[in-house]
């Protein structure tokens, strides 16, 4: 039985949590597992667990050791588990800068002869400079990803196909002792079941609330954790509360998530930025439609799959005329050359003029783009303008057209059946099964070319100022 160590800088609820657990549960049975980890699970799992402070994030690590001492302690625990060390090191999102001496950690332990397994959920490179290492990322160790996109472009950038994998979340349905199929709750409720961290978009909800029949109410489940994020959060509230938007915040605090999603008419969502994109997957299988904005190049995993997603709009075009545009572009340029710093690139003058270009030719700009300050200002004129709203809809059709809102019993059934078919724990137990002993029996030489990688996300055309601008209200 192959014996595997995953790492991960927490064990909180959610995010790359839920995914171990899941792994864990994926493969019970045919590996021997450990976990390592910066504190403390808040809640029990199934299997040991050994605490090595120095693997937290910077900002909650007791202190600073060097990381000789702390890939000593990682080996330490591993031995102690098993007398002959583990056959896989299974480490989460190692590329994020959260611990700054991890890569110094990582690359220690496989001098000492640990097996890597690189499993990326999210890229620094993509909106988050601040979390970005500029020192090499690991080199001749096995990586994974979880949407095609990712695999793509890590191709692009240097690696090997036969030292990529693509692995794809599972998505459990939910028990039998779960709420699904009860009543709905009236008045009638859209559900945003999310985190409202600044990249799900919170404006877009509420532009949409204007939109609704008259009874709806939108509702939001749960607060940010962040600091960066808890700021925004809280005008939107103000905001909503302001001008008598449908909205309701922290849903989730005291109801069961099960009980929500089952009371409510519809599923939205208006995130900008997923990783695998569990909200495009797990309300079918609650048997509640969803509506709102698509990520392409996140769902074409999906849609290759026979998910049917093509009621969903992947672009809200505005009129660069209802908010400050002045304001707006000044902070725009601004936040480019801010990243590129960051990064330590030089700026993209050409693109980002030549894109900034585009977008003042055609006088609209995606929603989506905007920072908060701009979207409330859109917002306001749909509210001020008894025309604006039929001048909207007739640039977003999806707006408009309550067919696409509430996609029928038929494909809410086929789509449940794709999801079920597709993204079951036992396939993604055996696909990651499959991974584990490629890492042992196939060693490869490899790296990633992070200048390539950085160049095919930071893209103007579609640089949002809710991913890479620090919130500053007004």
Not at 66 to 87: I, K, L, N, T
Not at 88 to 101: G, S
Not at 142 to 156: A, F, P, T
Not at 215 to 224: G, H, K, M, N, R
């Amino acid at each position: 039985m192959m014996k595997i160590a995953l790492l991960h800088f927490h064990l909180k609820r959610g995010g790359v949590t839920t995914v171990i657990r899941r792994q864990l549960a994926a493969l019970a049975g045919r590996c021997e597992f450990m976990l390592l980890c910066g504190a403390a699970p808040p809640e029990p799992l199934d299997c040991p667990v050994a605490v090595v402070p120095e693997l937290g994030y910077d900002t909650e690590r007791p202190g600073r050791q060097a990381p000789a001492a702390v890939a000593q302690a990682v080996e330490e625990a591993v031995f102690s588990r098993w007398s002959g060390g583990c056959d896989v090191l299974h480490v989460h999102n190692a590329l994020m800068a959260k611990n700054r001496d991890l890569l110094d950690v990582l690359a220690r332990l496989q001098q000492h002869g640990m097996r890597l397994f690189v499993h990326i959920h999210d890229f620094a490179e993509d909106g988050r400079p601040h979390v970005y290492f500029r020192q090499e990322y690991p080199a001749d160790c096995h990586y994974g990803v979880i949407n095609s996109r990712d695999h793509e472009l890590l191709l692009r950038a240097g690696l090997r196909s036969d030292g990529l994998h693509l692995i794809p979340n599972a998505v459990v349905a939910p028990g039998a002792a779960d709420a699904v199929g009860q009543p709905e709750e009236h008045p009638p409720r859209v559900l945003y079941p999310v985190r409202a961290i600044r990249r799900k978009n919170v404006g877009e909800a509420l532009l949409l609330s204007l939109f609704f029949e008259s009874d709806w109410q939108l509702a939001f489940t749960l607060p940010p954790n962040s600091p960066a994020d808890i700021q925004s959060y809280r005008d939107w509230k103000a905001f909503a509360a302001a001008n008598g938007l449908p909205a309701v915040f922290e849903a989730g605090l005291e109801r069961a998530f099960a009980p929500l999603v089952a009371g409510s008419r519809l599923i939205l969502t208006t995130s900008i930025t997923e990783g695998f994109g569990f909200c495009y997957t797990e309300p079918w299988l609650y048997a509640k439609p969803l509506w709102g904005r698509v990520i392409p190049e996140i769902c074409r995993d999906f849609t290759g799959n026979g998910l049917r997603l093509d009621h969903l709009y992947a672009r809200l075009e505005v009129p660069l005329d209802w908010f400050d545009r002045r304001a707006f572009f000044e902070k725009w340029r601004s936040a480019v050359r801010a990243a590129a710093g960051s990064f330590g690139i030089p700026a993209p003058t050409q693109r980002t003029a030549a894109a900034e270009q585009s977008f003042r030719r055609r006088g609209r700009i995606d929603f989506g783009l905007l920072d908060e300050a701009a979207q409330r200002q859109a917002i306001e004129h749909l509210l001020a303008d008894p025309g604006a709203r039929k001048k909207l809809a007739a640039q977003n059709p999806a707006l408009a057209d309550r067919a696409r809102w509430t996609p029928g019993p038929e494909r809410i059934a086929h789509n449940r059946r794709v999801v079920r078919e597709h993204y079951d724990l036992a396939r993604y137990g055996r696909r990651l099964l499959s991974v584990y002993r490629q890492v042992v029996q196939r060693p490869v030489r490899q790296r990633i070319d992070k200048r390539t990688l950085l160049d095919l996300f930071f893209d103007p055309q579609n640089f949002s100022l809710l991913k890479w601008r620090a919130y500053a209200d007004g």
